[in-house]
């Protein structure tokens, strides 16, 4: 049976790819087609399928089908909250790293 790091490490490798990051910030709102996450996202429909399926595949996401269209939103919340908490500290860091830039550049 694989651990809890294993596991939790699988469901991180969501987050790996800019383009996964950016499904998930535009179904934070809400459910979407398929074409609507096309558009938005700039994909064509066989590479949003390829990450569509990765989402799924981890849980992150679910979907319905409606006739031929099918729906996708977010299974859990916090998985919205996650993304944001890593961009926060990301944010915060490229804020650290600006301010050792300028007192790297006031000193020089």
Do not use: W
């Amino acid at each position: 049976m694989d651990s809890i790091y294993e596991l939790q490490a699988e469901l991180c490798k969501v987050f790996s790819n800019a383009k996964r990051i950016e499904i998930l910030d535009t179904l934070q709102d809400g459910e979407m087609s398929s074409g609507e996450l096309a558009q938005k996202t700039g994909l064509n429909n066989a590479n949003l399928s390829q990450h569509m399926a990765v989402l799924r595949a981890r849980g992150v996401v679910i979907n319905r089908r409606d006739g031929t269209n099918i729906y996708y939103r977010i299974s859990d919340p916090r998985i919205t909250e996650a993304r944001k908490l890593m961009r926060a500290v990301l944010l915060s860091q490229l804020q650290a790293k600006g301010k050792i830039a300028d007192n790297l550049e006031a000193v020089a």
